[in-house]
């Protein structure tokens, strides 16, 4: 069986908490049936644990190698064998729910950085207008979130 190619998009605008783009990877197959899949990666309950996470951790960044956070291998069952799948790499600390943008003063300390972003909303927004725009998510008749 030959295994499939995952397409990772960055973000133009959303970042992660230490600044690097926010990004969704795509298993684009039917344009009309998608599962998005968000990862779970934990909070962060204040700035010093949020700038730990984006320092530290890879739940707070981009970079590094590609993590794709399959949806459990749903995507590889019937019925759902033929449906695209996007799934978002979790890098906000909350939850994709962050509307605050920069949070801390810029700069980094130690090789560290003193600020970050919350752009988890903005990165989920975002990546469906992407999915909308460029892969058939317009005209899908079947989402599973």
């Known amino acids: 069986m030959q295994r499939e190619a995952w397409r990772t998009e960055p973000m133009a605008n959303a970042r992660c908490l230490d600044g690097s783009p926010a990004v969704v990877s795509i298993l ?9 899949f968000l990862q779970g990666g934990g909070w962060c309950y204040s700035l010093a644990d949020c700038l730990h996470r984006a320092a530290y951790m890879p739940f707070g960044t981009s970079k590094g190698p ?3 956070a399959e949806p459990c291998g749903l995507h590889q069952l019937e019925p759902f064998s033929n449906f695209s799948v996007a799934s978002y790499r979790y890098c906000d600390g909350a939850a994709f729910g962050g509307t605050a943008g920069a949070v801390g003063p810029a700069g980094r300390f130690r090789g560290v950085p003193t600020a970050v972003r919350f752009d988890g909303s903005l990165h989920l927004s975002e990546g469906i207008q992407l999915l909308r725009a460029r892969y058939g998510l317009a005209t899908a008749s079947e989402v599973m979130l």
């Open 28 to 36: 684009h197959r039917d344009p009309a049936k998608w599962i998005i």
């Open 66 to 68: 590609p993590r794709i």
